[in-house]
Every structure is written in C-alpha cells, then in structure tokens.
C-alpha cells in the first residue's frame, strides 16, 4: 500500500491542492492505524458519508471535493488496487464507502 495507493492518493491530492497536502503518507486515510496496528477501511477516521443517492449532501456542502474524489480519486485507488470501480447497478466496486463509513456504518458490503 505504501508504495502503490500512498503515491498515487497523494498525486491527486496535491494536484488538487499542493499546499495542503505537500507531504502525504498513511495517516491521511488510516489515522492513527500506526500505533494501533488496525488499517482495516472502511474507517471513522474519516468522515461519515450521508448514504443519500449521489452523495446529494456531500455534492451540496462541498462540491468540488466531491467531484474530484468522484472523478479522480476512486478511479486512481481503483486501478491501485486491482478492483472495478463503484457501479450503481451492481452496488459492487471500489467506491466512496470503501473508505468512508456511511451513517450507520459500513455501506455496500463494505
């Protein structure tokens, strides 16, 4: 993981914004996962999605976050990973809540 998804995260990251995410490693999505030894995704160390069809919320509140992780992100940690892609017809694929956890917890079989 260190070697494949922390570089190419941290690619789209700093694109996007280079003074905020300058330096990149495994707390930007595990947190603490360090200390206590659990990298297990999806995790609370990041936000909580709504679980609303299409992220209405999340595309309302912060918009251009949403996108670029929608657009850029996934696909990026999707081909990282060796994995499809979310897809709304299967509900199946690397996707939103294969990092984040939903309202009441994991999402999609997460």
């Known amino acids: 993981m ?8 941290g690619a789209v990251f700093r694109d996007w914004r280079p003074e905020r995410f300058a330096r990149i490693d495994c707390r930007l999505c595990h947190g603490n996962a360090e200390n206590t030894g659990n990298f297990r995704m999806p995790t609370d160390h990041l936000p909580r999605l709504s679980g609303a069809l299409l992220l209405g919320p999340e595309r309302a509140k912060f918009p251009e976050t949403t996108q670029l992780k929608l657009d850029r ?12 892609s979310f897809s ?10 294969s990092c984040h956890l939903g309202p009441d917890g994991p999402m999609f079989g997460n």
């Open 88 to 97: 709304l017809v299967t509900r199946r694929g690397f996707g939103c809540y």
């Open 2 to 9: 260190r070697e494949v998804v922390v570089p190419r995260a």
């Open 73 to 84: 992100l996934v696909p990026e940690m999707a081909d990282a990973l060796g994995v499809k």
